[in-house]
């Protein structure tokens, strides 16, 4: 009953309350990231949703659009601003992604959402991350976040989809709190973010 209407409910409600109560961020946060990184100010990005399928993750832009001389993004490393570091490290840039969840999407708790061209590069079990909405956080997140390993990922992603709950849920919630406050786990070793997948 809650994997199917109970958590639904609660992502409407929770995603709605949030976005009232912390608008005041957002507004400020959308003006900074307008002046010091420019425009856009959302980051979209297709990801792939419950049952693989496609749609646009929404979030604070981190990044500038720096480039080489031929055209090329240059990494991340060097894209990524303090005023990005900072955005990533609170997780306000994840803020307008309560869109989404409103939207149907995502949920509040869930996978987080890969980008879609690594759909294809999927085993089986790998895939059934998709089982559920994809997430704002999730076990994955609360157990490693970033420095993980891709193995790791998978693995806690499929365990969520078989253990979903409330309980699960109000667990994850409290120890994405805590997360926050300790800021651990943003980006993998040795990389800015998060290396790319590769099968």
Known sequence: M????GKRAIDILGAGLTLIILSPVLLVSALVVATRLGR??????????????AFNV????????????????RPDSERLTPLG????????????????VLKGE????????????YVDLYTPEQARRHDVRPGITGWAQVNGRNALSWEEKFRLDVWYVDNV???????????????????????????????????
């Open 106 to 117: 995502m949920s509040l708790i869930g996978p987080r959402p890969f980008i879609y061209d």
């Open 85 to 100: 570091v900072f955005l990533r490290e609170s997780s306000i840039d994840e803020l307008p992604s309560l869109l989404n």
């Open 58 to 73: 929404l979030k604070f832009r981190s990044m500038t659009d720096a480039r080489d001389p031929d055209g090329t993004l």
């Open 40 to 53: 856009p100010v959302l980051f979209k990005q297709k990801r792939a949703g419950f049952g693989s399928r």
């Open 165 to 199: 709950s409330l309980w699960l849920d109000i667990k994850i919630v409290f120890l994405t709190l805590k997360k926050l406050v300790q800021r651990d786990g943003i980006s993998a070793p040795g990389s800015a973010t998060m290396e790319r997948f590769r099968g």
């Open 2 to 5: 809650y994997r199917r209407w």
